[in-house]
Structure formats: C-alpha cells, structure tokens
C-alpha cells in the first residue's frame, strides 16, 4: 500500500472521507513540500492536494508528490469547498487553530468536519529506508562534528564556545542544527533542558552536551556526559547508575516490547540507586521530521516497538545544585533486535 493509501485507510477508520492536514511536518510527510508552515493538504478519497502561495510555486514544483494549487486564503478555502462538498472532513485537532476552524466552517458550510487525532503521525512511527538513511546521515554527521570538538571541552571554556564549535561544525557539514545545542556544565547539569550559557566550564565539572542535526528535514539526537578532570564521587556514582541503566534499556530494545516496560526497566535501575525522584522525565521518544515524535517512551505510552522506529533511550539524573548526568543514544528496531545509529562512545570517567 502506498502511504497514501494507508491514510484513506486509517481516514476510514476515523470515519472520514477527507483530511485537512495542517501540521508543518504531516504536511511535508503527506506531500514532500519542505516549507510545510506555509503550506496545507487535503486528502479526499479521489486525490490529494498541496495548497501554499505563490512564493513557492518552483519549490512545490519541485518537491510535491501530489497536486499543487498556489493560492492564498481566502481563496484556497473556496478551491477546496469544491472538493469537499457533502463530506465528513477531518481536521488535526491537536493542530488547527481555533481561527483554521472558523474559517474552515465559514468557507465549507456544507461539509461535516470532524475532530481527528494523529492519522498522519501514525504512519510517521514507522520510517521508510529513505527516512532511515537520512536519520543515519544526520546522526553519522553528529558524531563526527563531536569527535572535532571534544578535545576542547575542558576548564576555561565557555558553554556557549562548545555550542558555537558544535553549531558551526554542523552547518559546514552541510546539515541544519536540529534544535538548541544543551551544554550544562558543573551544577547546570542539573537542568535537563539547559541550553549553553556564558558558564565557563571548571576542573571537576561533568558537561552534558545534547545535540543534533537535521539533513533532508529528518533530526539526529544524542547525549554525551563528559568529565573535565575528576568529578566528585557523588557524581562519579552517579553517572554509573545512569550509564546501566542506558545501556540495559538498549539492549532490551527489540519489535513487540511495549515502550512503556523499556521506560520501567531503566527507571527501576535508577531507583535502585536511589535516583528515581532524579529521573525527571520519560525514557525517550521518536525521532523524525520532529525532534520529538511517537512512539513515547513513557509509562502512559501504549505504543509498542516495531522495525523501522528510529527512537531515543535518554536516562538521566539530575540533582539541584550539585549537577546532573544524561546519556542518550539515537536506535533503529530492526526486524530481530536494535542497531545503534548513534556512534560516539559513551566514556568511561577517568579512574
Ligand atoms: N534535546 C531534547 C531531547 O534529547 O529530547
Ligand atoms: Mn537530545
Ligand atoms: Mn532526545
């Protein structure tokens, strides 16, 4: 089946007989149209429609799978009124805005519309080989920029240094930057999301470095815990109990485990270390043409591992005003097992 032909099938299901699609990335992911922020999509059962204005009219041409209509609000609507006439229409209610569906009802009086939730998304879990090459791509990228900047994470520098030389590294390689570069050096460590600052980097401290690369429109993602010099036991601990547990959840990932029981095992090692309230967040995520997409690797996830999730494993610890460790690595399922996409390696402190 064609993915196209896989969303009329789970449209079916929804009880719809068309799609408005509106989210940036279900956009590019239906259509192929890179600047999915100015553009829209509308499946009905006959076609598929990419509608964005005329500043893209090369580009659309260039890189939609599907028909393409340049035109601009509020003329769009009404191209589309035509195709929607009579049917139950849904729309991504996690997305549209509260003004999309005004003017969705204003132009489209006669048809149905109906709230849906993650049509497109689904079908984004699982990546094609083209998707998976371009995760490879950006991850192998990472990995490579990292290796170049490692040697100058070390006491003097500033966070915001390391960010820059990762940034920049990236962007010569011909990638994006896929999202704000975390450098959280010393008692910064301990916010999970804590983006560099102007901090200068001391003997003693553990760096976490977060970062990663988009290629094709498609992320990397990984986590490094660096040493500079020796840090304290109590952190040295620490980063023990976070790398078992990273490394127990890795190699636990496989098709048919529940996302759920991965988080559960890795959080369990935490705890009995002690870390459990430090473990503030979920165990990982999807990657794809967002940062963060399905499946969740979380307790309240009811999604299920199966070949072709590109996910992250991401334990971590972190203790308010002393400092905090994360690991995470980037995973493909594969048809028996796991390979990991991400290939810097995890280091060991210094003795
Ligand atoms: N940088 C956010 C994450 O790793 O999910
Ligand atoms: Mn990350
Ligand atoms: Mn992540």
Do not use: C
Request: hydrophobic share 40%; aromatic share 4%.
């Amino acid at each position: 089946m064609t993915q196209l032909e896989q969303l009329r099938a789970a449209m079916g299901q929804a009880g719809v007989d068309a799609l408005w699609v509106s989210d940036p990335a279900n956009v590019r992911a239906v259509s192929g149209f890179s600047s999915g922020k100015d553009g829209k999509v509308l499946v009905t059962p006959e076609g598929a429609v990419l509608y964005t204005d005329g500043r893209y009219t090369v580009q659309a041409g260039e890189e939609s799978r599907i028909e393409q209509h340049i035109a601009r609000p509020p003329e769009t609507y009404q191209d589309a009124a035509e195709r929607v006439r009579g049917a139950r229409v849904g729309f991504e209610a996690e997305h549209l805005t509260v003004a999309g569906l005004e003017a969705l009802r204003e132009h489209w009086g006669e048809a149905d519309l109906v709230p849906t939730r993650g049509l497109v998304e689904r079908l984004r879990l699982l990546k094609t080989p083209e998707e998976v090459e371009a995760i490879r791509e950006a991850q192998a990228l990472a990995d490579r920029v990292f290796a170049g900047v490692r040697p100058m994470i070390r006491a003097g520098v500033r966070e915001l240094d390391v960010a820059l030389e990762l940034e920049t590294g990236l962007r010569r390689a011909g990638a994006e930057v896929g999202f704000n570069v975390i450098v959280a050096s010393g008692p910064r460590g301990a916010m999970p999301h804590g983006v560099a600052s102007e901090r200068v980097i001391e003997e003693g401290d553990l760096v976490t470095v977060d970062f990663g690369a988009r290629v094709r429109g498609y992320h990397s993602d990984m986590t490094r815990t660096v040493a500079v010099g020796r840090p304290s036991d109590e952190m040295r601990r620490v980063y023990g109990a976070v790398l078992e547990a990273e490394e127990a959840a890795v190699a636990a990932v496989k098709p048919g485990v529940r996302a759920a029981d991965l988080d559960a095992l890795a959080r369990g090692i935490l705890e009995r270390h002690g870390l459990a309230e430090a473990f503030a967040h979920s165990l990982g995520h999807g990657v794809g043409l967002n940062i963060h997409e399905g499946p969740g690797l979380r307790a309240a996830s009811e999604d299920v591992l199966a070949p072709g999730m590109v996910i992250t494993v991401e334990p971590g610890a972190y203790l308010p005003g002393v400092g905090g460790v994360r690991i995470e690595d980037l995973v493909l399922v594969t048809q028996d097992g796991y390979e990991v996409l991400s290939h810097t390696p995890r280091e060991a402190l210094p003795g």
